[in-house]
Every structure is written in C-alpha cells, then in structure tokens.
C-alpha cells in the first residue's frame, strides 16, 4: 500500500516516456526495478531445478537469462535452462495484497492471502464447486503485475506475507513484469497485461441475457408437456405471458442421443422430434439456443467408439460406462475429427455452447491448461465459421489466459444458498481481475437439495445480483421453476423486475463489455480498481464497481441488512440509485435494509448511464416494437465533465459515440454533448426540485442541451 502511493507520486503522473524504470541483475542473481534509487519491483530470485519441490535459486548469472524493458512500463525475462521447473520469486512489504491466479475465493477473500495452489481446475470446495478460469498473472497493491506466458501446469505459493513464488513444468519460461502507466493505475497494468496476452472478443447482445435454461428439460414436466422440446416452448410461453424478458436459451446435457449424453453430435428425436424447425421457431420467438459440450468420451457413443478405434483417449481408466476420458486434442487427427463433427450444431441453428468439464480427471493434470485451450479453440472456429465474429455466444467455467478471447465464463456449481451466493459474488470480482470480464453464475445456485433450495429469499438476492452482472443467467427446472410449485407469484414478480431490469440496462452492459474488448478491463470491479488509494478497499468481497458509474453490494446473507462502504476517490459522493433519496460521503459506512424488491445500489457524482428498449428479444408482445434509449444524467458540481463512451450496435458492425457532460458550479448550468449518436434519445436528468422532485425528461437528438438555474442532487 505504502509503495504504490510512492510508486504514483514519483512516476504516475508523468507520461510513460519519461519515468526511468531500470532492470538490473542483484549479486544474489535475482532481478531489481528502479526508478532512480527507489526499488519498485524486486524480482528476488530466479528458480530452477530438477524438481517443482527442489527448485533454488539462479546462481550463474549467465545460464540462459536475459531481461530487458519492452515498453518504458514492461520488463521481458526469459529464462532458458536444461531444468525440467523454471520460476521466480517476489518480494515486497508484508502487509502487500496480492490478487490474481484464480477466479475462486480462496477462504473467502479476494486476495491470495495463504494460498497455495497450481495453475488447474479447483474442484469441489466451499460454497462453489469448479470454478476455474484462471491465469498465470498476478497483481499487487505494492503497484505492479506479473503475467508467465505459458500453458504448462505450474503452482503458486502465497503463505509467505509479502511474498510470491511461482514454479512451472518447463525448461523455458518468459514472464512480464508490469508496471503503471498514464494515469498510474492499477486498471493500466491490466490494460497492458491483456494487450500482452489476450482480450474477449465482444458478444452478441443476446448473449448478454436474461438467458433462462434447466439442468435437465427430460424431466420437471407439466401439464401436456411430454418431451423436452415441448418443456421449453413451456418456459417461453410462461416468460411470454408474463412478460418477462429473454434473449437465449441452453440445452445442457442430456440432449443427444446415447447414454443420456451428447457424444453422436445429434438431438435424441424422442425429446427433439424436428430439431431444426425448434430452433426457427425459437428464433422466432427471440431466442438464441446454446447447447452443452465436453472433451469426454461417454462409453457407447459415436465419440467414444471413433476415439477407442484410434488411439485418441487419454488412458486414465476412469469407469467408461460413467462420464469417460477425454480427447488427446494435441492428436490433430483427433482435433479434426472432433471439429468437424461438432460443426453440425452450428449448421442447424445453434448459436454458441455451454463447454463444461475438463478438470475432473478425465485427462492428467499437468495437461489441463493446454488441453482445455485446445478444446476451446475448436468450439470457437465450429461457431466463427458460421456465424462470423460475435455471432455467438460461447461460455466455458474451465479457460485459462488467452482463452479468454475464444470464451466468456459461468462460474461453475455454486451452492443454492447463501453462502453459495456470497463465494459467487467474490468469484465475478476475482474473474475480473484475471481479465475475464463477460463472466455470469447460476441464478439461485446450482447444488440444491430439497424442494425448496434455493429459498424464495436466496434466490431474490441472487436475481438482484443477477441484474448487476454482466451476464443474467437463470436456471430453472427439476422442481424449481418459478411459476411452478413450491415457488408462488411473489417469486415471479422478482424473477419478472430483475430480468426486466437487466434487459434495460443493457446499452449500459454493452458499452462496458465493448471497453473491455478495448482496455481488458472488467465489468464486475474489485473496489481498489477504482480507489487504489483507499486502504478500505483492498480486501472487501461483497461489493464492487459495476462499470466505472455503479456501485453495487448485494445481500448475501439472511435478514435483508447489510454495511456498505462508499470507497474515497472515484466520488466525493454517492446517490442510492432506486429511491434517490439518500446521498452517502465517500469513506463513511453505511448500514442498510432492503425488502426483495430492491438491493442495494449506488451511483457517482456525475454519472451518465444508459438504459432503454434496444434490443427486442422475446418481448413479441410489444406491438410495433422499435429500440427507445435513454439517458440518465447524475450531474454534480464537483464534477466539472464526465464522459461515456456509449457502444451501438452488434459486435463488430458497432460504433461508439462519446457523451460528454459538464457542469459550471457558478452559473448553475449542467451541458450535455450526445456527439453524433445519430438518432432519438431521451435525456432524464435527476435534478433537485425537477418534476416529481428528482426528475426531467428532455427529448433530444444529436448537439447538445443546457440547463441553467438548476440544483443537482449531490
């Protein structure tokens, strides 16, 4: 902490040109970044030995090491030996944070305080089971990152206060050192390290959600429901009728013929009699389908006889009636084979895959990494090449690194309870900061046990959480659909405002998902992104920035109350969103009930948020339907300008329009810029004595608008 204040008051501010960042070799052969006679990164020592357990320090200081800056902000060290393990250890002061490595929260936390794990798949544990994207990048609150660009299986060691070592199964290694740039952010290291690696390509807005999906549609039938084609168009007439928004639906496993599998790359025709006229006909409605796919090999299925025939499975005599080996995908015969069968889904109107597995044994581990990536990269080119680029949605809870390109991430099975809720909402602060940043859960949970888990209470936290995640993903089904017994009405009416809420605030949704297409930066914000400089923020895993204008703390515990943070330095300031009654001071505490209809919400000083009507969806019932957008403008005069880069359209066909609004505290005038938006939007500012006491509605095209005469809410 206390360095990263030292770090930006000597170089943040400077362009990056002119910070003098040297790289120098320590006689104990470890590595030192300096600016001037201030140590800014020390590399303590450089690892090698014959043994992940074994590895000791580098003493010959010329066997296969060389570092140089690559960028005024960026030192490259690639190490070269004849050792099968290679890695590097770091030092800084004990109380630094260290975040990174893992999208699960390790002891609840969402730093890597006494964590000591590989670079694989994390399993079963608390409150979230397999919640795995990850990546061999790490961050500090001593002002600088680490990305080791590898796929090897490697470990990470953090039980050391103020220390890090990483080791990894190869003889060569090349790591990045990253230190701040421009304005001397954390968010800069981020930025560069993504620009390094890899950043996610954009989605299409219906991957967005709200997506409504079951574990299982062969099962939880009502009514005159028979098959699992018959139980979705059910889920669609019910979202019609109560008017509930949709974009996308998913078929998870089983939905093919075979050992209540997937693998003969078909739809079982007793479930999905005519699966290409379903999918129109979801088309029709609003719906974009997704399926469920894995590298495993279910015994008796076309992919496991094809794979058994030539060689291609992995031999870790796993009980092949159950869920089977996966593909040796570095076989490209086998690569190929599964390619090229998997390109039938696309070619009936699939758009996108649900890509589970790959960490639970069916292949060794120290293959994981760059088999998962492989297994990836082949979904992703069954998809671009029938769709294009952002035709699609594809999301995976197992990716590492540049993956992130090719997926986006659900957070894997996450307990239908509370403390399923609470690991789930440190997770998505986690995937942020491993640069993951179109990341969703399992609305509710997805372990449940008993007729009623999750709670009608669980569940309506988890749809307001929803609502203020990148991705609104719901399941229902086996025993829990909403509309269905043990649930009532009540349980609908949430499920009805949150999913609404979310589809309206999807040019806001979309304009982060396109910066972080950009930047690498994420939607869902650990609250130090935002307030480096405010200590209070390091370590708090239930609230976040959504977006730079947000600030979000869902209810993750029983009872509806809850202390909220206001972190000092993005805002003086901060207006409760829904009411907008209550304005809290940066670095106060806050403590705050809400009913299931709400949750808690907040908005800077001099927020411009979009929201509106532009993407149709299911909602057929809206007659003559046509996209509406608005602006809601949160001017305050200690804000002099803020700015939005606003995101229009669809992948890579979009355009950005910049809104700029600035206020002049002496005339008591507030500006607004729409740039060449290049169609209608209505303005909505919140004012203090405006109509109904908060707000004006202004129809506006392209130019600009003044108000004068007018108090802000702040």
């Known amino acids: 902490m206390v360095r990263l204040r030292l770090l930006l008051s000597l170089c943040a501010l400077l362009p990056s040109a002119l910070c003098d960042y040297k790289i120098t070799l320590t006689t104990s ?82 730093s890597n305080t006494n964590v000591s794990f590989e670079l694989k798949g994390v399993g079963n544990n608390v409150g979230i089971n397999w919640s795995n994207a990850r990546a061999p990048f790490f961050l500090t609150s001593s002002g600088y990152g680490v990305y080791t660009d590898t796929l090897k299986m490697g470990s990470y060691d953090f039980t050391t206060p103020g220390e890090v070592q990483f080791v990894f199964n190869s003889t060569s290694l090349v790591y990045y050192i990253i230190l701040p740039k421009g304005d001397g952010s954390l968010k800069s290291i981020i930025e560069q390290y993504t ?43 019910h979202l019609y009728y109560n008017r509930i928004r949709a974009t996308s639906t998913f078929l998870d496993r089983p939905y093919g013929s075979g050992n209540r599998s997937w693998g003969n790359f078909d739809f079982d025709p007793a479930q999905y009699p005519g699966p290409e006229g379903f999918m129109k006909n979801l088309t029709d409605f609003g719906f974009d389908l997704q399926v469920w ?50 390109e039938y889904f696309a070619s009936v109107g699939v758009k996108g895959y649900k890509i589970d597995r790959g960490e639970e044994g069916e292949m060794p581990d120290y293959v994981q990494n760059e088999q998962m990536a492989l297994f990836l990269d082949l979904a992703y080119e069954t998809m671009v090449h029938k769709w294009g680029k952002s035709g699609f949605y594809n999301f995976a809870r197992s990716a590492v690194d540049r993956s992130r390109a090719k997926t986006h991430i659900w957070n894997g099975d996450s307990a239908a309870n509370f403390t399923g809720l ?44 929803s609502a203020f995640s990148p991705v609104y993903e719901f399941m229902l089904g086996t025993n829990h659909t909403p509309w269905y017994p043990p649930y009532n009405q009540s349980t609908v009416d949430v499920v009805k405002q949150t999913a609404n809420l979310h589809a309206d605030l999807t040019p806001y949704i979309k304009s982060c998902a396109y ?145 700029v609004m600035t206020t002049d505290k002496e005339k008591k005038a507030v500006n607004v810029n729409l740039g060449e938006l290049g169609f209608g939007v209505t303005l909505v500012w919140y004012l203090r004595g405006a109509t109904e006491g908060r707000e004006m509605s202004v129809s506006s095209e392209n130019g600009s608008l003044e108000l004068t005469e007018v108090d802000t809410l702040f």
């Open 293 to 342: 796919i894995a590298n495993r090999a279910q015994l008796g299925t076309k992919i496991f006889n094809a794979s058994t025939a030539n060689g291609w499975l992995f031999p870790d005599d796993h009980p092949v009636g159950g869920l089977g080996e996966a593909l040796n995908l570095s076989i490209p015969a086998a690569y190929d084979y599964f390619e090229e069968n998997l």
């Open 515 to 659: 910066e972080a297409t950009k930047t690498g930066l994420p939607i869902i914000r650990a609250l130090f992104l935002e307030a480096p400089e405010d200590t209070k923020t390091w370590e708090v895993p239930d609230s976040y920035f959504f977006g730079e204008e947000f600030l979000v703390a869902p209810i993750i515990t029983s009872g509806g109350s809850r202390s909220v943070y206001f972190p000092k330095g993005p805002s003086k300031k901060y207006l409760e969103y829904f009411k907008k009654e209550n304005v809290y001071s940066a670095g106060t505490t806050a403590n705050v009930t809400v009913g299931l209809d709400s949750m808690p919400v907040y908005v800077k000083q001099g927020a411009i948020i979009p929201r509106g009507d532009i993407f149709q969806g299911n909602a057929m019932w809206v007659e003559d339907w046509k996209p509406s957008l608005r602006l809601e403008l949160f001017p305050s005069y200690d804000v002099p300008e803020s700015r939005f880069t606003y995101f229009d359209g669809e992948g890579q066909d979009g355009r950005t329009v910049e809104i």
């Open 195 to 237: 620009e390094i690696s890899a950043r996610s390509e954009m989605p299409p807005t219906s991957g967005l959600g709200p997506t409504f999906w079951s574990d299982d549609f062969t099962q939880d039938f009502h009514g005159s429901v028979s098959n699992a084609q018959e139980n979705i168009q059910d889920v669609v007439n």
């Open 422 to 465: 609470a690991y789930t909402v440190a997770s998505g602060i986690r995937a942020g900061l491993v640069a993951f940043p179109i990341w969703g859960s399992d609305t509710g949970g997805y372990t449940r046990e008993g007729a009623l888990t999750p709670s009608a209470e669980v569940w309506a936290r988890w749809m307001w959480f």
């Open 29 to 110: 052969s470890g590595l030192l970044l300096t600016d001037g006679n201030t140590t800014v990164v020390n590399n303590t020592a450089i690892l090698s030995g014959s043994q992940n357990t074994t590895v000791s320090a580098l003493k010959n200081s010329t066997q296969g090491l060389s570092y140089s800056f690559i960028t005024p902000t960026v030192a490259k060290v690639t190490l070269n030996t004849s050792n099968a393990f290679n890695g590097a250890r770091f030092s800084a002061s004990s109380d630094t944070h260290f975040y990174g490595v893992w999208e699960y929260p390790f002891n609840y936390r969402i």
